[in-house]
């Protein structure tokens, strides 16, 4: 497929289309690909949903100058269909000309199933994502080092789970736990997350970890450390992989051909308790502190920054500048010049743990310090630097335990602001409010900067599909002006969200996620504003959110509708008033039939009310008509039962007191019976079959 030039003045979004967001190795992933982006000039925007449904809803396709296929490549030829260059993250092939980004997966699994053969065991199984191409590339690493083992890998399950969560992979393992109990003594899950899933339903069914079944893990997420007990896996650095895909499309957009068509993120293995090795991941590689002019306070410096990278070094500069306040701070105490406060130090361990959160990776930051202390105390004349060099060291420790409780009450805090945020999405769902200008009230309790709703417009327009942007987000002016704008699908989201979203931190991020169901698509909500140290936490509850705010949306279309019934209800129960009006009305007329005589025709059932009508209509006609004789014509009544009959012989017995009589017209033979089995007797009430019946009668009679 041929790919067009692009124009470089206007144009410098590059779009990301991923059907998973919401997990902690793909917040890495996102964080990496931002700090590239801004590196190289470029900001992300990222779109929620697989490159066929992001072809199909339009929105941010003109913006867009080159593509990020995450997990998948459906409807992905329809999507470059207009010439843009792409990459490929962690999906199946595409096509010459469309580079991969991917982890190493092949040697990673034999790692895995070598030592955890060389700890004994033999029936091991394996458990990942059917649908996933890295889950499945596992799968296959699996069978074949299983195989070039002797052993049988009979025990892959992939084809038996269907999602990576943890949840899910706790739910299926109980159930193969209750259906064939201890099936193997150790297992290889996909990722880290699965793994932890493992673990739980293990120890639910009674067994132990690592005791009775060992488990390992892939991708050495931040968790993986603290789960029970901590988890062995294979860390590689998502970051990493995701700086290389933004490099890769951003060589692309300037015509630069990919230097291999697979990239792959190397990996090592991190040994932690739940394999049941004795062995301890913490140690640090062997100390170089040979650096340029001889200053080996950069030199450790230096070192300790590439510790952060592995298990691959990066090509960018130095992760951790702030290493160098530590080298010196050393070097300070061997030469008895002051030392760096406990808060000085805490500051430079800080970006450390931001960017590792590795209790291993840090004891070993630790532990190279102490190294490098104890080399050059090997040849210090000074006796007080020994004691100088503990002093420092302590405060080190001190500084590095206290920046990791840091981190850690931090997240408790975003733990705090989720609760809160999703306190308010009930709040708001729960009440008419999620209407009105209050719809993206609950951002408050999150560290978003800018949210925006548009809902797509009833009609296209000449342009056409065109959003309309509902409500906003947001303390900028620009942006709280757009709402009510309506914007072009392709040109969404507007220049003034895109720049509100730019935080001052180098890894801003900016996303937009599908506000519909399988029903019905109402719009898109756009976030933006997150940075590093909140993303991953804003991440993980995004999709409940998303589903609390359709489910907003849903309310207000059934109350909407349920409105409507509501209304039509109304409107049929008002004619239904007005017709027994009239029937009322009708069902009760006066005619003088003969001088003295009136005829009453009575039509429809006759309640309650209907005889206090009659009878006032009986009684009114006599008085005025001073008649001596009232025809009741029962032929329209469809029944009479024992309330009819007492009201009819009320309205004779009072028709009487005016001087007149009342007779029944119009009692047929069903009538009749009906009367008869019910034991209804009309004292002094003359009854006549028909009309024409009592007229003869009132004729002989002379009136």
Sequence with gaps: MSMRPVDQRTRNVIGLASVFFDNSFNAMVFAGMHRAARERGYELLMIYGAP???????????????????????GLEELLSDGKPAVIFCAPPFGPGYPIVRAENHDSIHRLVDHLVGLGHRRIAYIGKLTSDDFVERGKAFDEAMRARGLSAELNLLSEFHECTMFYAERRLREFLERDGKFCTALVAGNDEMAMGAIHAIQAHGYRVPEDIAVVGFDDVSVAQHCDPPLTTMRQDPAL????????????IHGIPPPEPVTRGSAELVVRRSCGSAGWGAAPPALELDAAGGDWQRGLSRQLSRLLERPAP???????????????????????????????LERAFAPAVAHSGSIEVLLAAVMLVEEAAARQLAGAPDPGAARRAQAFLGRARLAQQRALVTSERSSVQSLERLIRANMEMSRLLASKQARADERLAWLRQTSVRVGCLALWADDPGPGGRAVVIDSVYTDDPAVAALVGRRVPAGQFPPPELLDAAKPDEASGHCVMIPIATARRD?????????????????LQPLAMWVSLLVATFERDEIETALQGERDMLAAAYER??????????????????????????????????????????VLSGVARERARWVLLDLTGVPLVDE?????LAQTAQATR?????????????TMAQRMVSLGIELRDIAVFQSLAAA??????AGR
Excluded: K
């Design 314 to 344: 990066s090509p960018r500069p130095l992760v951790w500048p702030e290493a160098e306040v530590i080298a010196r701070g050393l070097g300070a105490a061997l030469a008895g010049a002051e030392l760096p406060d406990v808060a000085t």
């Design 657 to 669: 007191l005016l001087g007149a009589r009342v007779s029944l017209v119009g009692v047929g033979p």
């Design 522 to 538: 109402w719009g898109t909500l756009v976030l933006g504003g997150l940075h590093t140290e909140s993303f991953a936490d804003n």
């Design 52 to 74: 066929a449904a992001v072809r199909a809803r339009g929105l941010g396709l003109d913006r867009v100058v080159g593509w990020i296929s995450m997990y998948t490549i459906d």
């Design 695 to 700: 007229i003869r009668q009132l004729t002989r």
């Design 643 to 647: 309330a009819t009959a007492a009201a």
């Design 241 to 252: 992989l995701g700086r290389l895909a933004v490099e890769r499309i951003v060589d692309l």
């Design 576 to 617: 239904e008033r007005a017709l027994a009006s009239t029937v009322r009305e009708l069902g009760c007329p006066v005619i003088p039939l003969l001088p003295g005589v009136l005829l009453i025709s009575l039509i429809g059932a006759i309640d309650a009310a209907r005889a206090q009508q009659i009878l006032e209509a």
